[in-house]
């Protein structure tokens, strides 16, 4: 079974950058594919982006040309990296984990994923 524990967010001005990781444990991400969802008060959860196990990323179009995903094998983490924040990026981040080469055309999938973290909290004040 996969943990995984989200940290990063916090309260950050408009035009600024945040780095959130997602911390796995239980599996090493080596055979995750790992996907970025957030989710604002009142708002459906929306697909942020995602990395497949050989390191494809994809994007929503939300955050296209803003966001970032890497990983870091050595530490057993995802990153996801977000710039020029708006204060529509609100919200509450999760990442999500299956144990799968990639997504098949879906990476927003939501219900493709078999693991999920608590969230962490993104505040963009503007």
């Known amino acids: 079974q996969v943990t995984l524990v989200e940290s990063g967010g916090g309260l950050v001005q408009a035009g600024g950058s945040v780095r959130l990781s997602c911390a796995a444990s239980g599996r090493t991400i080596r055979v995750l594919a790992v996907g970025w969802f957030r989710q604002a008060p009142g708002k459906e959860r929306e697909f942020v982006g995602a990395?497949?196990?050989?390191?494809?990323?994809y994007y929503g179009d939300s955050v296209k040309d803003r966001g970032t995903i890497s990983r870091d094998n050595a530490e057993n983490t995802v990153y996801l990296e977000l710039n020029n924040l708006k204060p529509d990026d609100t919200a509450v981040y999760r990442c999500?984990?299956?144990?799968?080469?990639?997504?098949?055309?879906?990476?927003?999938?939501?219900?493709?994923?078999?693991?999920w973290g608590q969230g962490t909290q993104v505040t963009v004040s503007s």
């Open positions: 990395s497949s196990r050989s390191g494809n990323t």
């Open positions: 999500a984990a299956k144990d799968d080469y990639g997504f098949y055309g879906r990476p927003d999938y939501l219900r493709s994923y078999s693991s």
